[in-house]
């Protein structure tokens, strides 16, 4: 994000190994957390510099003419600390990093300190504004504190809940939860509240109703809450934090409907068998296949293993007297698929506003056997470029 010192006719010419890019308006040059390829100089156009969150990207600067993105890549900043999306048609011209790198080395001791002082600065002020930035996001619950809000209902729970042996269930009360997730937490009472309403909807926890001591005459209120597992709470905010502050990573924390009810397949007919010391399960392949088909109207094919793998969710395929199996860890699957289903409602929180109790859920129906991906087995309109489901290319039956 620092003006270029030399004119951009100059470095087309000094540079023979530069490369113009024209992007579209609304086109997006990187995302935050992508690898630095190369420094791009803006010959032209517009850029704004973001931070992309879901369906609401959150503005940082914008930059024009012979201003330049991914310098800090000559001081080893491997990522993108931001996105960038162009806001006009845009061209840019990128140089690969070693070329400015060796020109960097061949300045004068008194050029490399100065350029040095003012990339450092930069990125101190970008991560400054990205924290203000973030700090104002006016989402009930932004990315950046689901892991913190569901980490704090975790801890509380653990250290000031009451567990019961038989069945596991950890008890604490909601004054409890309430004061100590503030206090000691800094948490919202509001968005913890909308969380608590969350995992309720999920059945993750329970609420005790009841009148308070003090006001027998009152209306009911939440006493305590129940939770049945920890686990689940616990899987679910270390798989968000750790991709979240992954480089690289945030398409994981993406929601994908198909893989969900792929992974419920899954989860159904393991649920059905006894797992081993291990905690590894082992089903029928072809049970599994009946199972998509019944539920999902499709045929499960490799592209949908390498859809799962890519999500993150292993099987390993064995061959069994003959017979095909599918073995996995039940337990991380459970965990995984609760995990997809409490991404779903965050989305939806963040839409609405609030945690809606009443939503009645629905499934999608069945796939028609007309036109159909051959990646996803998503229906296709007509004439259609690419899948509105996992958004492969088309091609025209010749």
Same mark, same amino acid.
């Given at each position: 994000?620092?003006?270029?010192?030399?004119?951009m006719?100059?470095?087309?010419?000094?540079?023979?190994?530069t490369?113009?890019?024209?992007?579209?308006?609304?086109?997006?040059?990187?995302?935050?957390?992508?690898?630095?390829?190369?420094?791009?100089?803006?010959?032209?156009?517009?850029?704004?510099?973001?931070?992309?969150?879901? !369906?609401?990207?959150?503005?940082?600067?914008?930059?024009?003419?012979?201003?330049?993105?991914?310098e800090?890549? +000559?001081?080893?900043?491997?990522?993108?600390?931001?996105?960038?999306?162009?806001?006009?048609?845009?061209?840019?011209?990128?140089?690969?990093?070693?070329? +400015?790198?060796?020109?960097?080395?061949?300045?004068?001791?008194?050029?490399?300190?100065?350029?040095?002082?003012? *990339?450092?600065?930069?990125?101190? *002020?970008?991560?400054?504004?990205?924290?203000s930035?973030?700090?104002?996001?006016?989402?009930?619950?932004?990315?950046?504190?689901?892991?913190?809000?569901?980490g704090?209902?975790?801890?509380?729970?653990?250290?000031?809940?009451? !567990?019961?042996?038989?069945?596991? *269930?950890?008890?604490?009360?909601?004054?409890?939860?309430?004061?100590?997730?503030?206090?000691? #937490?800094?948490q919202?009472?509001?968005?913890?509240?909308?969380?608590?309403?969350?995992?309720?909807?999920?059945?993750l926890?329970?609420?005790?109703?009841?009148?308070?001591?003090?006001?027998?005459?009152?209306?009911?209120?939440? +006493?305590?809450?129940?939770?049945?597992?920890?686990?689940?709470?616990?899987?679910?905010f270390?798989?968000?934090?750790?991709?979240?502050?992954?480089?690289?990573?945030?398409?994981? +924390?993406?929601?994908?409907?198909?893989c969900?009810?792929?992974?419920? *397949?899954?989860?159904?007919?393991?649920?059905?068998?006894?797992?081993?010391?291990?905690?590894?399960?082992?089903?029928?392949?072809?049970?599994?296949?009946?199972?998509?088909?019944?539920?999902?109207?499709?045929n499960?094919?490799?592209?949908?293993?390498?859809r799962?793998? #890519?999500?993150?969710?292993?099987?390993?395929?064995?061959?069994?007297?003959?017979?095909?199996?599918?073995?996995?860890?039940l337990?991380?699957?459970?965990?995984?698929?609760?995990?997809?289903?409490i991404?779903?409602?965050?989305?939806?929180?963040?839409? !609405?506003?609030?945690?809606?109790?009443?939503?009645?859920?629905?499934?999608?129906?069945?796939?028609?056997?007309g036109?159909?991906?051959?990646?996803?087995?998503?229906?296709?309109?007509?004439?259609?470029?690419?899948?509105?489901?996992?958004?492969?290319?088309?091609?025209?039956?010749a």
């Open positions: 994000m620092i003006r270029a010192s030399t004119p006719r100059m470095l087309e010419v000094s540079l023979m190994s490369s113009q890019k024209v992007y579209k308006k609304g086109e997006v040059l990187f995302k935050d957390g992508d690898k630095i390829q190369s420094i791009a100089f803006i010959q032209s156009g517009s850029v704004n510099q973001c931070l992309l969150r879901g !369906k609401k990207n959150i503005d940082l600067f914008q930059l024009a003419t012979n201003q330049v993105l991914g800090s890549s +000559l001081f080893g900043q491997p990522t993108h600390l931001t996105a960038a999306i162009a806001t006009t048609e845009t061209k840019v011209i990128e140089v690969p990093i070693d070329i +400015l790198k060796q020109q960097y080395e061949g300045a004068p001791p008194a050029m490399k300190m100065f350029i040095k002082s003012v *990339v450092d600065r930069l990125k101190t *002020v970008t991560n400054e504004v990205k924290s930035k973030v700090s104002t996001d006016s989402s009930p619950c932004p990315d950046e504190l689901v892991p913190q809000v569901f704090a209902i975790f801890f509380t729970a653990l250290h000031k809940g009451s !567990k019961d042996e038989k069945t596991g *269930v950890v008890t604490v009360e909601w004054g409890m939860m309430r004061s100590y997730s503030q206090r000691v #937490m800094g919202s009472l509001k968005r913890l509240e909308q969380a608590f309403n969350l995992l309720v909807k999920l059945k926890a329970s609420y005790e109703m009841g009148k308070l001591p003090e006001d027998p005459e009152g209306p009911d209120v939440i +006493l305590r809450v129940n939770i049945p597992s920890l686990d689940v709470l616990e899987a679910f270390e798989f968000y934090q750790y991709y979240f502050y992954k480089p690289g990573k945030g398409d994981i +924390l993406k929601y994908d409907d198909f969900a009810q792929l992974l419920e *397949v899954f989860v159904t007919e393991g649920e059905k068998v006894a797992p081993d010391r291990f905690g590894v399960v082992s089903v029928e392949f072809n049970a599994v296949v009946e199972l998509v088909k019944e539920k999902m109207g499709i499960f094919n490799n592209d949908h293993f390498s799962l793998e #890519m999500k993150g969710v292993m099987a390993k395929r064995r061959t069994v007297d003959n017979q095909v199996r599918l073995e996995f860890e337990k991380e699957y459970q965990n995984i698929y609760f995990t997809w289903r991404l779903r409602e965050l989305d939806k929180w963040n839409e !609405k506003g609030f945690v809606d109790m009443d939503e009645k859920e629905e499934r999608k129906a069945k796939k028609s056997n036109p159909s991906c051959p990646q996803c087995s998503a229906d296709l309109a007509p004439q259609a470029k690419f899948c509105s489901e996992c958004g492969t290319k088309i091609v025209a039956a």
